[in-house]
């Protein structure tokens, strides 16, 4: 199993990345900390996973109060005898589909202020812990979109903030054992829902035959000509997380249009 004996928490475990990639690692032997906000979504992951014999507990942590960010992790290393993986998944309230000039300060900074926030405050915590024990992986997620991505809103700022972090904490906590690796994908189709487009993109009033539409279009848009799975995503983190993943670091793994490292 590719994380036996790892402890791992995973913040915004609720939702459907977080809960995917709590059942992967699992499944791959790691003890997992789930994180979020709401408890109820937290209990359900953490079923599943004891249903399927693995291990799971659940604290609810608002990943913006650092306070509370540090004590948890402190619990976990007492409880687990180590934070071996920390994985940040928390949303950051980004608003696309409005072009930038006619965007508010507000509506551009919240995912910026938000994921920039949360990565630092769970990332420096574990990695606390990590530099101590001379091992240890930190793992971020954002869709890609720092490159020049037209009509993304928020998201391309917040997705910069975040790559340019995990490159300088990489560069630094490396020394001391410590990997942090970035993963890039966007447009899951299992997670897609015409309420969730119309929540972060107000302009996109789809209807059924739209929705499939679009859904098609971004198969087109990849390299291999599909669109990634859940499951793909998931893995991907559990590989970048488990010690086959040797020395990566400091970079980024593209699960969005085939994978390559940038």
Same mark, same amino acid.
Do not use: C
């Given at each position: 199993?590719l994380?036996e004996?790892?402890?791992?928490?995973?913040?915004?475990?609720?939702?459907?990345?977080?809960?995917?990639?709590?059942?992967?690692?699992?499944?791959?032997?790691?003890?997992?900390?789930?994180?979020?906000?709401?408890?109820?979504?937290? #209990?359900?992951?953490?079923? /599943?996973?004891?249903?399927?014999?693995?291990?799971?507990?659940?604290?609810?942590? !608002?990943?913006?109060?650092?306070?509370?960010?540090? /004590?948890?992790?402190?619990?976990?290393?007492?409880?687990?005898?180590?934070?071996?993986?920390?994985?940040?998944?928390?949303p950051?309230?980004?608003?696309q589909?409005i072009?930038?000039?006619?965007?508010?300060t507000?509506?551009?900074?919240?995912?910026?202020?938000?994921?920039? +926030?949360?990565n630092?405050?769970?990332?420096?915590?574990?990695?606390?812990?990590?530099?101590?024990?001379?091992?240890?992986?930190?793992?971020?997620?954002?869709?890609?979109?720092?490159?020049g991505?037209?009509?993304?809103?928020?998201?391309?700022?917040?997705?910069?903030a975040?790559?340019?972090?995990?490159r300088?904490?990489?560069?630094?906590?490396?020394?001391?054992?410590v990997?942090?690796?970035?993963?890039?994908?966007?447009?899951?189709? #299992?997670?897609f829902?015409?309420?969730?487009?119309?929540?972060?993109?107000?302009?996109?009033?789809? !209807?059924? #035959?739209?929705?499939?539409?679009l859904?098609a279009?971004?198969?087109?848009?990849?390299?291999?000509?599909?669109?990634?799975?859940?499951? #793909?995503?998931?893995g +991907?983190?559990?590989?970048?997380?488990?010690?086959?993943?040797?020395?990566?670091?400091?970079?980024?793994v593209?699960?969005?249009?085939?994978?390559?490292?940038?």
């Open positions: 199993m994380l004996n790892k402890t791992a928490i995973i913040y915004g475990a609720g939702g459907s990345i977080g809960a995917a990639t709590a059942t992967t690692f699992a499944r791959e032997g790691a003890r997992v900390f789930l994180a979020g906000r709401t408890r109820d979504s937290l #209990e359900r992951v953490a079923k /599943e996973i004891s249903a399927a014999g693995g291990q799971a507990d659940v604290a609810v942590v !608002d990943a913006l109060d650092e306070g509370a960010v540090d /004590e948890h992790v402190r619990a976990v290393v007492a409880r687990a005898g180590s934070v071996d993986v920390s994985f940040n998944l928390v950051g309230g980004d608003v589909g072009p930038l000039v006619d965007m508010t507000a509506d551009l900074l919240r995912a910026v202020n938000t994921r920039l +926030t949360t630092f405050v769970t990332a420096r915590a574990a990695a606390r812990h990590m530099v101590t024990q001379g091992s240890g992986t930190i793992l971020a997620l954002n869709s890609g979109s720092s490159h991505s037209p009509m993304m809103g928020s998201t391309g700022p917040a997705d910069a975040t790559d340019t972090f995990v300088n904490l990489a560069a630094e906590i490396g020394p001391q054992g990997r942090v690796v970035g993963i890039w994908t966007a447009g899951l189709p #299992e997670t829902s015409r309420e969730k487009l119309n929540a972060v993109n107000p302009g996109m009033q789809l !209807d059924e #035959e739209a929705f499939a539409g859904l279009q971004l198969h087109q848009m990849r390299m291999t000509r599909r669109s990634p799975r859940l499951a #793909e995503v998931a +991907t983190a559990a590989f970048l997380a488990s010690d086959l993943a040797g020395a990566i670091t400091g970079t980024f593209n699960v969005t249009s085939g994978m390559f490292m940038s």
